[in-house]
């Protein structure tokens, strides 16, 4: 079946540093891929999307490219910022087909530390 | 602002004790999801609903664990009797599909925490 997965965590890092987080799927059809934020004591919240190959989502400094040929989707920020610590899910959804639309595969999230 | 509310966000319970979830979706989202955080098991989908019509609860331990909308505008997580094996953060989201237009787009309470002793 789908899946996604994504680096281990915690990472942690300098406040201004260069972030990546990576994240590979596995999928049958032609999905949409998604980052998720959890930050503490919240639920999920989208961050950004991309619903075909090449797209790339961007939101809040953030950048994601959906690369089709390496099946991956990695997160990437330039300079982060105390307050982007959280946890982030990488996800994939067929959201093509509205009967299966909803059923999310998240990958298991990874932690970030900024540290001042 | 629009949001998902679920009630309580934080439930404390013995061992056998019948545990209701409530969830109020975002006004004129059509579907409605549970999913269950731990740690060992990060997120996984319990059950989901499209205009209040169950499409999939096969996520859910059946045997005690339950999950309904009344209405539009409430949806029912129950664990009857719950175990400490079900001490977990159950969130639950909502989102829209409409027939060619879907932003596949989740939004997720703040969730109920739940510690079963």
């Known amino acids: 079946g789908d899946s996604v997965t994504q680096m281990e965590g915690p990472v942690t890092l300098s406040e201004e540093a260069f972030l990546t987080i990576n994240c590979t799927y596995t999928?049958?059809?032609?999905?949409?891929l998604f980052w998720y934020v959890q930050y503490p004591g919240e639920g999920l919240q989208l961050l950004l999307k991309a619903t075909k190959a090449d797209d790339k989502g961007s939101n809040k400094g953030f950048e994601a490219t959906y690369r089709k040929e390496t099946t991956s989707f990695h997160l990437e920020k330039g300079s982060v910022q105390v307050s982007d610590s959280a946890v982030y899910f990488c996800?994939?959804?067929?959201?093509?087909?509205?009967?299966?639309?909803?059923?999310?595969?998240f990958g298991a999230g990874t932690q970030v530390v900024v540290t001042p | 602002d629009a949001r998902v509310t679920q009630t309580p966000r934080h439930k404390v319970t013995e061992m056998g004790q019948e545990v209701t979830m409530r969830c109020q979706p975002i006004l004129g989202h059509n579907t409605v999801f549970w999913y269950r955080q731990t740690m060992m098991q990060g997120l996984e989908l319990l059950a989901y609903f499209r205009n209040r019509a169950p499409l999939d609860d096969s996520g859910m331990p059946k045997d005690r664990f339950s999950a309904e909308m009344p209405d539009a505008t409430l949806a029912t997580l129950k664990i009857q009797p719950s175990e400490p094996r079900d001490s977990a953060v159950y969130f639950c989201?909502?989102?829209?599909?409409?027939?060619?237009?879907?932003?596949?787009?989740?939004?997720f309470g703040e969730g109920s925490r739940l510690t079963v002793l």
């Open positions: 996800a994939l959804s067929d959201v093509l087909t509205t009967d299966s639309w909803g059923k999310f595969q």
């Open positions: 999928a049958t059809g032609y999905p949409s």
């Open positions: 989201a909502s989102g829209l599909v409409r027939s060619g237009m879907n932003t596949g787009e989740l939004f």
